[in-house]
Structure formats: structure tokens, C-alpha cells
């Protein structure tokens, strides 16, 4: 019976002191990821930015040039237009680079989030292009009934299907102005309209029976397309176009933050970054560093209020 006891003793110690280590290793892992003591925006604690086709020159440039004046950045990739914003909330991300003021409108009424843009970058004008194995070479070569591709996401596909009415492709029933979808599109438009996902917009003109596309600038290369082959594109002046101001953004809490406004500021007067973001568009770009932090919190706050009102 003593030897029982003590058998139990035994593993009750040997199971406590794994126990123990568990939790002791937790404890210095937990530490260790949230005491970085080294100050944000240094060569060991850089600020993590998360952008669309790091490839692009403009990110390079802009890395190179912030070192140069201390401030160091670590860019993280992405290939599509859903994973920044919830990785920005979570904290794996300091700051993105890669939406416009109503696609952040859209995601924080739909996520209940309060993501904010710190700083203007550019407008980059949507364009659409015929497919390069067909027989399209401007807007009045496309037929009735022609088969057209827009993305599917809400914000660029309203964008899509503003163009296209301009154009004299299609009419939209929905009179709510700039919240139409496909289903949106009248019988008697001229062309037939599929949206997919953004990111698939450029491949589907590899199918013959697509005509052309409404693709975003970030995947006009995956085909070897230049943004210059866009046979029409939306205008880029105007207050309506202030929506598709793209933005640096961060969290709510973090939007004061010093390193965070230093990095934004080099990039709006940075003329070398400024130029390869120009380059990278093909000469699409339209550069806008005027509106301040303040100034564009309170257009995302009226577009979230617009989009809620319409929803």
C-alpha cells in the first residue's frame, strides 16, 4: 500500500512540474511577443506594412528611402483585397496600403470595425480592356450581347458598372446611385455582365468568349496587360471620385501614433517613391497627398452613413 502511495506521489510531482514548465513557458512566450522593447519603426521592432504586390518598384524605393532616414518597415505581401483589414485588427499589421475610402466604408460597417486612414496615396482610375486575342479595339467594336466581366466585390463592381452605363453598355435600374450590382443591370442592356472575384478578372480573358473586362490596376500584369491598353476608363476629377481615394490605414487607437505619421508624410513627399507609383500605374495614377488625416476620417464616416442609409 506504501508503495502504491508513493507511486502516486511520484506522478502527481512529475505531472505538476510539466504542469509547471507549461505554464512558465507560456508566460516567457507571451512576454517575449508583447515587451519588445525596442522602439517601433527601428531596424528590430519595424513597422509592418501590408500591401498589394510588394513586387511593385514603388515599395522597394520606399523601404530604401525610409532607412535612409532611420525609419525601418517590413513589408508583408498579399494577393487579394480580403485578408489586410482583419490582419490590420489583429495586430499583424501596423498599417496597409492597398484600398480606396468606400471599400474601407463597406468593410467597416460590414465587420463593425473602426479601421482609419492616416494619409492620401493616389486615385487610380478603373479601366477596361479588351481582350487581347480578340477582335475588340475600342468601346464601339463590341457587339450585342457581348459577354463582359466586372469584379464582384461591392465597391469596385458598383465602380464597374458605373463605367460600363457610361459607356452605353448597360442601364442600371437601382436608383440608389452607387450601390448597384449585377442584378441591378436592365434586360435590355447591349452587353451580358458575370462578376467574379477581383483578383480573376485579368484571367478571364484568357476564355474567348469573355469580350472584355473591368480589371483593377493591382492585376492588369498578371496577363502582361498595361494599364495604357485599357480601351476606356472612369473619370478621375470631381467630388464622386474623393471615394476612390486610396489610403494608408491603421487601427483607431493608433492613428496618433508618431512613427506612423512620419512614414505617410516621406511617402507624400518622397518625389522618387511618388514617380515609381506612377511608373508601377503606367502614368494612370493621379497622386493625392492634399487631404489631411482629419479630412479623410470624415469622408469615410459620410460613406459610412451613405452606405448604411442604402443598405
Given at each position: ?92 499589421l501596423d498599417i496597409n ?214 443598405a
Amino acid at each position: 500500500m506504501v508503495g502504491i502511495v508513493k507511486k502516486i506521489r511520484k506522478g502527481l510531482g512529475i505531472a505538476l512540474s510539466v504542469t509547471l514548465v507549461g505554464v512558465f513557458s507560456i508566460a516567457v512566450s507571451a512576454c517575449g511577443k508583447s515587451n519588445n522593447s525596442a522602439e517601433k519603426g527601428t531596424k528590430d521592432n519595424p513597422v509592418v506594412l501590408g500591401v498589394v504586390k510588394a513586387s511593385d518598384s514603388q515599395w522597394d524605393i520606399l523601404k530604401t528611402d525610409l532607412e535612409k532616414d532611420g525609419i525601418y518597415i517590413e513589408l508583408k505581401n498579399f494577393t487579394d483585397y480580403t485578408s489586410e483589414n482583419p490582419a490590420t485588427v489583429r495586430g499583424e499589421l501596423d498599417i496597409n496600403a492597398f484600398q480606396h475610402l468606400d471599400y474601407l466604408a463597406g468593410y467597416n460597417n460590414d465587420s463593425h470595425e473602426t479601421l482609419v486612414p492616416i494619409g492620401a496615396k493616389a486615385i487610380f482610375p478603373i479601366g477596361f480592356y479588351a481582350n487581347p486575342n480578340g477582335s475588340v479595339k475600342a468601346v464601339s467594336d463590341i457587339h450585342e450581347g457581348a459577354h463582359i466581366v466586372v469584379p464582384n466585390d461591392e465597391t469596385n463592381g458598383n465602380r464597374a458598372l458605373l463605367l460600363l452605363e457610361e459607356l452605353g453598355l448597360i442601364k442600371l435600374t437601382n436608383k440608389k446611385g452607387t450601390y448597384s450590382t449585377v442584378q441591378d443591370i436592365d434586360k435590355t442592356s447591349k452587353v451580358k455582365v458575370t462578376a467574379v472575384d477581383p483578383a480573376q478578372t485579368a484571367h478571364s480573358l484568357s476564355d474567348p468568349s469573355i469580350v472584355a473586362a473591368v480589371i483593377n490596376n493591382d492585376y492588369t500584369k498578371d496577363i502582361g496587360l498595361k494599364t495604357t491598353d485599357a480601351i476606356a476608363r472612369e473619370k478621375s476629377d470631381g467630388d464622386f471620385v474623393k471615394r476612390y481615394t486610396n489610403v494608408w490605414v491603421t487601427r483607431k487607437a493608433d492613428a496618433e501614433k508618431e512613427i506612423y505619421k512620419k512614414i505617410v508624410k516621406h511617402a507624400s513627399e518622397d518625389k522618387k517613391y511618388l514617380d515609381a507609383v506612377q511608373a508601377d500605374s503606367s502614368g494612370t495614377a493621379v497622386i493625392v497627398t492634399k487631404y489631411t488625416a482629419k479630412e479623410l476620417q470624415d469622408i469615410l464616416q459620410k460613406l459610412q452613413d451613405e452606405k448604411k442609409a442604402n443598405a
